[in-house]
């Protein structure tokens, strides 16, 4: 067997690849079906951002309970639906996100007090900036 690197889309897997006999029983018009252990694996895990805790586009202060709401995907502030020093509800708007010919409502996860608004409307974020700052 022999192991190959291979990058797709900036990802890196670790490859094997084992040549086989002449006596090969599949069919050529036939691919041999994938098993679980034959499907790549980034080499680099710890690279990987999560899913969910992106979507949730907050995170916690330890030093305070200040929450930090981010952009969970680079777009276009389109909206800003509160103002610093409002009370807001969980899962009530704060801004709205123009992403990928779409408009994304960016939502408080949790009830508490905008203190900043770090973002304005007509402004192009990156995924990951902090957009809006609150206290519980």
Known sequence: MKMFRVVVNGSEY?????ELAEENTTPPDQPEPLTPAS???PANTEAVRTVPEQQAGAGNDSDNAAGTVIAPMPGTVIAVEVTEGETVAQGQTLLILAAM???NNIMATC???VQEIKTNKGASVNAG???VVMTS
């Open 14 to 18: 670790k490859v094997g690849i084992e």
């Open 39 to 41: 499907r790549p694996v």
């Open 101 to 103: 010919k779409m408009e």
């Open 111 to 113: 009830a508490g007090t």
């Open 129 to 131: 900036d902090i957009l």
